[in-house]
């Protein structure tokens, strides 16, 4: 019963829908298409129609008007330019022509130059011809202070340095009223109770010029060096410390205060490297210690 009626049915279907061939339904969509564009072709011409005639833009004539203004400033600028370069050119052939840049500087001011100079390098009052009897760092005289030593070096003070302060009586006259001279940042150490900080590291044992014999005293700085166990010369240099090599005493970096020390066979220096390779050391930095203090002292 059930098949029957489905046969039916799909009979039923079949004849409604009707068979039309495929090239029939190519044509038609053809028609179609053609008649869209007919239809949106015809719109634009009726758009085209309606619409007002084109006139010329302004824009077009105003930067044009622009460029030209444009070119005249940069001509203009660079005439001003040239014209600068012109005028300094021909100024300074004038002035070679003429020789005005090398005028003769008048005799007064020659004068004056040398007496100015003549008196800064004979004036007392402003060179370092002083020195600190306890830091021994050359000083102007008028930056030194002068003091009763016996008065001013307290026993407390005296207890922190050695015997070797009281060795000279020519810095430190044994009678009560001596005076010495004392630099301000001594004086201020020594009244607050302590040593100087240059004395305390060397311990008082830097020692003055009248421990040498009078023989060395006309020697020249160079000869100083030249004989000195230890030169007084800073070097800063790049280089390397191994931290895994333990410091022992043949090499030992040693830092105190701002001053660091790196022991060297100074004999073997002074045998071998004198004299000083100065082609060897030019990317180094050398740094002079200039006191009154001669090589050895620095030991």
């Not at 833009?57 to 001003?80: G, N």
């Not at 003549?118 to 600190?132: D, V």
Request: glycine share 2%; hydrophobic share 35%.
């Amino acid at each position: 019963m059930m098949t029957s009626m489905e046969s039916q049915r799909a009979t039923e279907r079949e004849q409604r829908l009707l068979r039309v061939p495929h090239d029939d339904v190519l044509q038609t969509l053809q028609r179609l298409d053609c008649q869209r564009s007919e239809q949106r072709e015809a719109s634009l011409k009726r758009r085209r129609e309606q619409a007002p005639l084109p006139t010329p833009s302004p824009t077009q004539f105003k930067r044009q008007r622009l460029m030209s203004e444009v070119v005249q400033r940069q001509r203009a600028s660079v005439d001003s330019l040239v014209q600068g370069y012109d005028a300094r050119f021909h100024g300074k052939a004038r002035a070679s022509a003429t020789r005005s840049w090398c005028k003769e500087v008048p005799l007064s001011l020659q004068v004056k130059a040398a007496k100015s100079f003549y008196e800064a390098f004979t004036n007392e009052n402003t060179l370092p011809i002083a020195h600190c009897v306890l830091c021994y760092e050359k000083r102007m005289p008028c930056e030194l202070t002068a003091v009763e030593w016996k008065y001013f070096l307290t026993p407390s003070v005296l207890q922190q340095a050695t015997t070797v302060l009281q060795q000279c009586a020519a810095c430190f006259p044994r009678h009560n009223a001596a005076l010495v001279q004392v630099c301000r940042g001594c004086r201020t150490d020594v009244e607050d109770g302590r040593l100087p900080k240059a004395c305390s590291v060397n311990n008082m044992d830097i020692g003055c010029e009248h421990r040498y014999p009078e023989e060395l005293d006309d020697l020249s700085p160079v000869e100083e060096r030249l004989i000195a166990l230890h030169t007084p010369f800073g070097c800063i240099t790049k280089f390397t410390v191994d931290n895994k090599t333990p410091s022992g005493m043949s090499y030992r970096k040693h830092v105190k205060g701002h001053i660091v020390v790196f022991p060297n066979k100074v004999e073997d220096l002074v045998a071998t490297v004198l004299p000083h390779p100065l082609l060897q050391a030019i990317e180094n930095i050398h740094i002079s210690a200039d006191s009154l203090i001669l090589c050895p002292a620095l030991s």
